[in-house]
């Protein structure tokens, strides 16, 4: 496989976990 492409993937899935980690803690 294309490295390039997993290391995406794998960026946007930690980018995506990590607003999913800030909006849960959010006071609201």
Same mark, same amino acid.
């Given at each position: $496989?294309?490295?390039?492409? #997993?290391? $995406?993937?794998?960026?946007?899935?930690? $980018?995506?976990?990590g607003?999913? #980690?800030?909006?849960?803690?959010?006071?609201?």
């Amino acid at each position: $496989m294309n490295h390039d492409l #997993v290391y $995406m993937i794998k960026l946007q899935a930690n $980018m995506f976990n990590g607003a999913h #980690v800030l909006l849960d803690e959010s006071p609201n």
